[in-house]
T-cell receptor, first 117, second 111 residues
């Protein structure tokens, strides 16, 4: 079974530039999550989708971050303009059902490491 | 405030030795607790899940314990191997609210 796919794996940009990350969840997984993981910290939820609807985006900095999951499968996370403090690993995860709402296990991708100079 | 605290922050042990990682939580109500292993440069992978009624659960050389009264969990690794070097993250679920992640314990196993 193919896992959660993310790209790019690494990205280096200058502050005020924009960047986009892509995620393809495990086939059949209705719920998709984007997490931000700063070095030495645990993952922090940015946004949760159930199919193509947003369930929770309370911690998404909406002035600069946006995410979409138009067809209920792939998702894109965009940052514009980037700040130095956005340097982190952006992890995408998926679960069969609402992992946040049941005992469902989260399956993570390998992450996209962003460095903002 | 729902929080998960892990200790130690980092740990270095010799190959073949045992170690125990700790997780204390203040999450309420409690639904379940998972331990994830995160290899460097990779995403976290679930090792085990503990529910309220479970005290101990093993997965190979990994044994997790849960004390729901004191709100503590531990992950014991037996006969450590170099491949056990990773971050171990404790994650607690509380009802339908977002999962609460600990900061992780960074384990280094050296030859």
């Amino acid at each position: 079974e193919a896992g959660v796919a993310q790209s790019p794996r690494y990205k280096i940009i200058e502050k005020r530039q924009s960047v986009a990350f892509w995620c393809n969840p495990i086939s059949g997984h209705a719920t998709l999550y984007w997490y931000q993981q700063i070095l030495g910290q645990g993952p922090k939820l940015l946004i949760q989708f159930q199919n193509n609807g947003v369930v929770d985006d309370s911690q998404l900095p909406k002035d600069r971050f946006s995410a979409e999951r138009l067809k209920g499968v792939d998702s894109t996370l965009k940052i514009q303009p980037a700040k130095l403090e956005d340097s982190a690993v952006y992890l995408c995860a998926s679960s069969f059902a609402g992992g946040q709402g049941n005992t469902g296990e989260l399956f993570f991708g390998e992450g996209s490491r962003l460095t903002v100079l | 405030k729902n929080q998960v605290e892990q200790s130690p922050q980092s740990l270095i042990i010799l190959e073949g030795k045992n170690c125990t990682l700790q997780c204390n939580y203040t999450v309420s109500p409690f639904s379940n607790l998972r331990w994830y292993k995160q290899d460097t440069g990779r995403g976290p992978v679930s090792l085990t899940i503990m529910t309220f009624s479970e005290n101990t659960k093993s997965n190979g050389r990994y044994t997790a314990t849960l004390d729901a009264d004191t709100k503590q969990s531990s992950l014991h690794i037996t006969a450590s191997q170099l491949s056990d070097s990773a971050s171990y993250i404790c994650v607690v679920k509380s009802g339908n609210t977002p999962l609460v992640f600990g900061k992780g314990t960074r384990l280094s196993v050296i030859a």
